[in-house]
């Protein structure tokens, strides 16, 4: 029976994709290149090195660890200088609804996020408060595809994998939640979230009398 539910952040309860959008555009603007929107589609769920890396292979541009280090550091500033002005409109269409149903049903609710910058996001959106347990990027060492920040989760929960649904939209974290051995509910398209068990639009397609089904 399932007890506890994992959502993941960016895509899933907010969409802060933009914002790291506008970032790393602008990082890779001082660096004399830009990139499109579908190459930014490869940035979501995965970590700020694992994306600096793929910004600069796009732009054919090699650095040293230190240098990338500011990089990264640079682009962080003008992200939380974006998330710092967040506020709970920004929280996407059926979020707020279905985690306050969930809650009322009684479910445990961990946030599982490779952001390093979650607590700012859920405390401007006033999400906070609906997480029992907080697993993020200051907290994992293994990035999604890895189980490791659902698998914690979990386990803050005292819960076992299988008692655990995921909510995930990008096609690592679905493949983290499988190897977990959780069940994963895909927000987004069918045809790139294919090992979800389930897969809808947006969590307000979505009711939470639907979990029992799963
Ligand atoms: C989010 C985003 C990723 C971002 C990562 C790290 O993950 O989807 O694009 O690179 O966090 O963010 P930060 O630079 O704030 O540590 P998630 O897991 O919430 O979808
Ligand atoms: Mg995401």
Same mark, same amino acid.
Request: charged share 25%.
């Given at each position: ?93 059926? =979020? ?5 149903? %969930?809650?009322?049903? /009684?479910? #445990?609710?961990? *946030?599982?996020? @490779?952001? +390093? ?59 983290? =939640? ?5 069940? %994963?509910?895909?927000? /987004?398209? #069918?045809?790139? *979230?294919?090992? @979800?068990? +389930? ?16």
């Amino acid at each position: 029976k399932i007890k506890g539910l994992l959502f993941d952040l960016d895509g899933v309860l907010v969409d802060t994709a933009v914002y790291h959008y506008k970032a790393w555009l602008r990082l890779a603007k001082t660096m004399g290149f830009t990139f499109s929107e579908l190459q930014n589609e490869e940035l979501k769920g995965i970590s700020r090195m694992d994306s600096l890396d793929k910004v600069l292979a796009w732009g054919n541009v090699q650095k040293s660890a230190e240098e990338k280090l500011a990089l990264a550091t640079q682009k962080n500033d003008w992200y939380v200088e974006m998330i710092n002005k967040m506020t709970p409109a920004e929280v996407l269409p059926g =979020a707020l609804n279905f985690l306050q149903q %969930a809650k009322q049903a /009684g479910y #445990k609710m961990a *946030l599982g996020s @490779a952001s +390093k910058n979650s607590a700012t996001i859920l405390k401007n959106t006033n999400l906070a408060h609906f997480f029992d347990a907080i697993v993020d990027g200051n907290s994992v060492s293994k990035s999604k595809p890895d189980p490791e920040v659902f698998l914690k989760g979990a386990q803050e929960l005292a819960l076992q994998p299988q008692q655990c649904v995921v909510f995930e939209d990008a096609e690592a974290g679905i493949i983290a =939640a499988k190897r977990g051995g959780m069940k %994963a509910i895909g927000i /987004g398209d #069918k045809n790139i *979230l294919k090992q @979800a068990d +389930k897969v809808v639009a947006g969590l307000g397609q979505l009711s939470v009398k639907n979990l029992e089904e799963l």
